[in-house]
DNA sequence: AACCAGGAGACAT
DNA sequence: ATGTCTCATGGT
């Protein structure tokens, strides 16, 4: 059983994401024709807008180049020119090559498939290039896994709830992960609509601020919290 | 011209 | 272990 308490802040955070839901109802979100695209998507976005990637992206397929043996064959300069509407082309173009090597390494996407989320996670944040979030990303929109993306936003967003401070750094994503995992325990379709939802009240409200006093759309934050 | 973007990695506490 | 700084580049 979980301590007192733990279930009244489940039951929070359990209304508050239904909320965020009703009012951003993210529909494709994460647009891809394939795992493996989104697996290099989720590198490009780094940092960068949806729709520059989205660019990048056209341009990989018009290259033919949105397989991992394909990928993997590209020589950086060759790819750096491709990826180059995505920003930061001569790093992304080490981190795709990084990413389609391992996937070819671990047996292609069959193989990948194979893994658990666990294992699944591990393997990708060997990958240079591939962070907690990008790992996550990867995770639940491109291998269909229940799981809560500790991004920023998600952290902030908690964090003016006043229900969760995890910190900063690589264990505090995990930590702020399993917290939410642990109090939502949802499917995957529930936490890829909420992680849009999260993102998109993100940048819409507050986006610098380290809390909501002072937005200009606070009332919507207070209702959000409810 | 400044500032942000659907972060990651290196580096210093 | 945890917090902070740096990097890199297109678009607004």
């Not at 043996?69 to 990084?98: D, M, N, T, W, Y």
């Not at 671990?106 to 393997?123: C, F, N, T, Y």
């Not at 491109?142 to 799981?147: I, N, W």
């Not at 910190?167 to 379709?189: D, F, K, M, P, Q």
Request: aromatic share 8%; proline share 3%; charged share 20%.
């Amino acid at each position: 059983m979980q301590p007192a308490g733990a279930a009244a802040d489940a039951e929070r955070l359990a209304r508050a994401s239904r909320r965020l839901l009703e009012h951003y109802p993210a529909e494709n979100w994460w647009p891809s024709r394939s795992r493996f695209e989104v697996m290099v998507g989720a590198v490009l976005v780094q940092n960068t807008r949806w729709a520059n990637v989205h660019r990048a992206i056209a341009s990989l397929r018009a290259q033919r180049l949105l397989r991992p043996e394909a990928l993997a064959a590209a020589g950086l300069s060759q790819l750096s020119e491709v990826i180059k509407p995505a920003g930061c082309q001569s790093v992304k173009a080490v981190r795709l090559a990084h990413l389609a090597t391992g996937v070819v390494q671990a047996g292609g996407m069959r193989g990948l498939a194979r893994q658990s989320s666990h294992a699944l996670r591990a393997l990708l944040r060997g990958w240079h290039g591939v962070g907690e979030e990008t790992a996550d990303a990867i995770l639940l929109y491109g291998f269909s896994r229940p799981v809560f993306i500790a991004d920023n936003y998600a952290r902030r967003w908690l964090v003016r709830m006043g229900l969760f401070d995890a910190g900063s750094g690589v264990a505090a994503y995990a930590r702020c992960r399993h917290y939410a995992e642990g109090h939502l325990g949802w499917n995957t379709g529930g936490y890829q609509a909420l992680h849009a939802a999260i993102v998109l009240h993100g940048q819409q409200h507050c986006a610098r601020q380290a809390r909501c006093e002072g937005c200009t759309l606070n009332e919507y934050c207070d209702f959000i919290k409810q």
